[in-house]
C-alpha cells in the first residue's frame, strides 16, 4: 500500500499508520530525547496533534489497564505513567496524549488477533497544574544536585 507503514512500537505492538514527515517514531531506529536542560522524556510516538505511550504487558497488566478508561483513571491507579505523560506533553509541546496498550496474546476461535480485546486505549489531555508541580520538583531535586556538586568541589 503506498502512503502507510507498518511499524512495531514497541516491536510488540503492530500498528497501521498512515506515512507522514510530521509523524516520528521514537520507538524505532533510535532516540530522540527532548530537554529542557533539567528534564527529559521520549514519547513513543509523536503525532501532529498529540503523543503516544504504548505498553506491552503481560495479559493480567493488560486487563488492568483495561479498566482505565479515562485520564482520572489513569492519574490515580498509574501515577507514574500519568506523570511519564504529562511530562512528554510539555517537552513535545502537545495538547493530548494516547495511553496504548496491547496484548497479542488475545485471539478470536480462528486464531486471528481480537483487536477489541487486544487494543486499548486512553486519551489523555495536558494537565497545566501537574505539570506545574512536575517541574517546581524538578527544580527542587535540581538545586539540590548543584549545592551537592559545589561541595564535591
Do not use: W
Amino acid at each position: 500500500m503506498t502512503g502507510v507503514q507498518t511499524c512495531a512500537l514497541p516491536i510488540c505492538f503492530p500498528v497501521t499508520i498512515p506515512q507522514s514527515k510530521d509523524v516520528i517514531y521514537t520507538s524505532q531506529g533510535g532516540v530522540v530525547f527532548f530537554t529542557t536542560g533539567k528534564v527529559g522524556g521520549t514519547p513513543d510516538m509523536i503525532v501532529p496533534d498529540g503523543i503516544v505511550e504504548f505498553k506491552c504487558p503481560n495479559s493480567d497488566t493488560h486487563l488492568y489497564y483495561k479498566l482505565m478508561v479515562n485520564a482520572k483513571n489513569i492519574q490515580s491507579e498509574l501515577p507514574r505513567y500519568y506523570d511519564q505523560m504529562q511530562t512528554n506533553m510539555y517537552l513535545c509541546e502537545r495538547d493530548k496524549c494516547f495511553f496504548m496498550s496491547f496484548d497479542p496474546r488475545f485471539k478470536n476461535k480462528d486464531k486471528s488477533l481480537n483487536y477489541n480485546r487486544a487494543i486499548h486505549v486512553v486519551e489523555v489531555s495536558r494537565d497545566e497544574e501537574r505539570i506545574k508541580s512536575i517541574l517546581d520538583k524538578v527544580e527542587i531535586a535540581y538545586d539540590k544536585l548543584q549545592q551537592f556538586i559545589k561541595e564535591l568541589e
